[in-house]
């Protein structure tokens, strides 16, 4: 999906008018940060223009040919600027612009006279569409591809020692984007940890909201090796000694002087893109995300069975969790055992 930008958008409506309260309103009722910023940034770019690169127009005088024009132009993010968007940012337009006019169909303001009057009350323009179906590939690192995505990183400057504790944090703990952007100082505490022979011991443990479930509290270890880079980035930044309960744990800025500002979710796959870059790695295949395949693949491949899997990477279902590990695994070739007696007289 396009990375969200700051954009002054030119609408046809005002925040202070019926449509521009309507807007509001449906994007204060999304409960996920991001994707309250995601949905923002896709209706702006919607509404400030039409089909063909024309003028904007009332939400109302919006057609099938402006919506078809604009999921399919060109991306706007600045890794992929003017490139074709891909199935998926596509269905991401789509089902932002569906669920705005069907919020829209269900809202009531009082017009000029004082009457309670919808303000939506035609077909949503996007009835009828069809989503794409977007390939599921999995992509893990190998030992070999981590060995010298992590060379490249530097140990002796802040921003190395930022950006280290960040993609250890991705993969020792196998979460998503926002769930280790989104994290504050406060969110970490020393605690007491069960493992599952109900032994106890002290260790470190962080607070997070994972994907759907932004209104529950989840907690769990931050692992030592994590905890340790973290603690050597914000120690040598020397923000260390100032942090706050509501301080981000990264931020844009290296310096503690300036002001925290919270490095968001798209700069974190930026950075991460910059450093496979630089390993001379597959920027294609490789993200940020594949770091939680990565992490899933080596726990699997070390051992550990698929239930405890499942929660540490919260599927509701262990079909999602068993889908999910059957994309990083290959599957045994037996028949390729009965036929070695017939043909190993090729082989050398």
Known sequence: MDAPATITPTLAFTPDSPWGRCMAHFLQNLQSPNTRRNYNFTLAAFFSTSANSGPPKMPDQYTREDILWFVHRTTDSPRSRGKLPSASTINARQATISSFYRFASSYTYADAHGHIAVLYDHANPTTGLSYRK????????????????????????????????????????????????????????????????????????????????????????????????????????????????????????????????????????????????????????????????TATQLRYGAGEDILSLQNLLRHESLDTTRRYLEGLMGTADEGAKLLEARIKQFSG
Do not use: C
Not at 141 to 169: C, N, W, Y
Not at 204 to 219: A, C, N
Not at 232 to 257: I, M
């Open 134 to 293: 977007v390939a599921r590939r999995y992509r893990a690192l190998s030992m070999d591809e981590l060995t010298r995505l992590f060379a490249v990183i530097p140990k002796d400057t802040i921003k190395g020692l930022r950006d280290r504790a960040i993609l250890l944090m991705y993969l020792y703990t196998a979460r998503r984007r926002s769930e280790i952007a989104n994290l504050r100082w406060g969110d970490l505490e020393e605690g007491i940890i069960v493992d599952k022979a109900g032994g106890r011991r002290m260790g470190f443990l962080y607070h997070f909201s994972g994907k759907g479930r932004q209104t529950i509290d989840d907690i769990t270890e931050l692992p030592l090796p994590a905890k340790e880079a973290l603690d050597r980035y914000l120690t040598a930044s020397g923000r260390r000694a100032t942090l706050r309960p509501e301080s981000p744990l990264f931020t844009s800025s290296l310096h503690p002087s300036r002001a925290e500002k919270l490095l968001l979710g798209d700069s974190i796959a930026f950075i991460m893109k910059e450093y496979v870059r630089k390993a001379g790695l597959d920027t294609e295949r490789i993200t940020l995300h594949s770091l939680r395949h």
